[in-house]
């Protein structure tokens, strides 16, 4: 039979050179210049995720991250999302085993606005009852979907063989009874817990910034530190 073609060689690699400072608050920041485009990425890592569930609360992590950006204590769903798409930039949240993100990219004199949506959304999330009903009832149709996947379950199945009771071995999204169970009190204990200047890391994909980072995430999430001081 006919072999595949050799491999060609490894090439290379130069990791681009980067800026680190801890905030007098503990929030880590890494500033990574990035001069091809004239955009900014704007990425908070909290290190927390469904690992740090409560033990009979499973999906708390992974509804309150997707809880960030569907309304704040100062703005609607709609006016965050108004606020993103009327400068052409790019906003997520998600969640992981370990880790919940929140991005976003816009271009580089969106800037200011960019880090103070990314500040409100993360420090001030309102966790509203109707928003919080709206996302359990999509939790409970994609729990029925992936219920149904083969591969979803043997996944499952392999987890919990290997991890056990441990938080790696339980699903991250939750099960039907365990969504049922959440409540807003477990959401605003989850943030006020995890979402702190010393437990997260806030990481700046920049181009050519002159100005400095404002002091929106003051107090919390500390940023008044200029750019050129990082």
Do not use: W
């Amino acid at each position: 039979s006919e072999r595949p073609p050799k491999p060609l060689p490894a090439r290379g690699f130069t990791f681009p050179s980067y800026d680190t400072r801890t905030l007098p608050n503990g929030l880590q920041v890494v500033v990574v210049p990035h001069h091809e485009q004239p955009a900014v990425t704007l990425q908070l890592l909290v290190r927390a995720g469904s690992a740090q569930d409560p033990a009979d609360r499973a999906g708390v992590a992974g509804m309150a991250a997707a809880l960030l950006d569907q309304g704040t204590t100062g703005r609607a769903a709609r006016e965050i999302a108004d606020a993103i798409d009327s400068i052409g930039g790019t906003l997520e949240v998600l969640t992981g085993t370990d880790l919940t993100f929140a991005r976003v990219a816009v271009m580089k004199d969106s800037f200011g606005v960019a880090l103070e949506l990314l500040s409100d959304i993360c420090r001030n999330p309102a966790f509203s009852d109707d928003e919080m009903t709206r996302q359990r009832q999509q939790l409970r149709s994609a729990l029925r979907v992936t219920y149904d996947d083969p591969d979803h379950v043997a996944d499952a199945v392999f987890k919990r063989v290997v991890y056990g009771s441990h938080p790696y071995g339980l699903p991250g999204s939750g099960t039907p009874a365990s969504i049922e169970r959440i409540t807003r009190d477990d959401l605003v204990r989850f943030h006020e817990r995890y979402f702190v200047p010393n437990n997260s890391l806030l990481a700046v994909v920049e181009y050519r910034l002159t100005g400095g980072l404002p002091g929106a995430f003051d107090s919390r999430v500390d940023t008044s530190i200029a750019l050129s001081n990082l």
